[in-house]
């Protein structure tokens, strides 16, 4: 599997910025294995596009969602970055998602992040399931150093319910509320989308 964070790490579709970053890269692997030079260490983004990803058979997207009131504050937080940069980065994630369910939805799976942190193993069970891998408890063990987590914390649940939808990133892009209601029901088990 690859992680990819839209739209810091990957965008919908390959753009100049792609073409670049895939020649910066060959340029690096160039110099590191036939020069010997080492650096500079630049964080190159993906090569590839959603697009791409699509394209290829056999590729399963999985969409994480998380409520947009801890999702804006730990973008801020954690990543420093401010609150626009925040609320365009989970705008744009959102954006790409429901799109990437509108045109490949048997290829995607949307999981809600507060059900993936206070439900865990039944959730990568079913998520192992749908990728046709055995289910192992490794995938929900081990340590976060980066998060300096020793597991998983059910403590970053947002938990608010119909609450989520009351987020002021609502107010900049018309049609986001939607896109967004329409991404929390693909995540919820089918019971709850079918009484929903």
């Not at 790490?9 to 110099?31: K, V």
């Not at 983004?45 to 959603?50: A, M, N, T």
């Not at 490949?104 to 993936?116: K, M, N, Q, S």
Request: overall charge positive; hydrophobic content about 35%.
């Amino acid at each position: 599997g690859v992680k990819l964070c839209v739209p810091n790490d990957i965008e919908m579709d390959g753009r100049w910025r792609t073409a670049i970053r895939r020649r910066l890269r060959r340029i690096a692997m160039y110099n590191r294995h036939n020069l010997g030079i080492p650096g500079p260490r630049l964080k190159v983004k993906s090569i590839y596009s959603v697009r791409d990803f699509q394209r290829w058979p056999d590729t399963q997207i999985l969409g994480i969602l998380r409520d947009p009131h801890e999702a804006v504050t730990s973008i801020r937080e954690r990543g420093g970055h401010g609150e626009g940069e925040a609320r365009h980065r989970w705008t744009r994630a959102v954006e790409v998602m429901h799109r990437i369910l509108q045109e490949t939805p048997e290829r995607f799976r949307v999981v809600d992040f507060d059900r993936l942190v206070t439900e865990a193993e039944p959730t990568m069970r079913g998520l192992c399931s749908w990728l046709d891998v055995a289910y192992d408890p490794a995938v929900i063990g081990g340590e976060t150093p980066h998060y300096r987590l020793t597991g998983i914390d059910p403590e970053k649940a947002g938990n608010r319910g119909e609450g989520r939808f009351d987020h002021p990133v609502f107010d900049d892009t018309p049609g986001l509320r939607e896109k967004y209601r329409a991404l929390v029901a693909a995540a919820a088990p089918s019971g709850e989308a079918a009484a929903a």
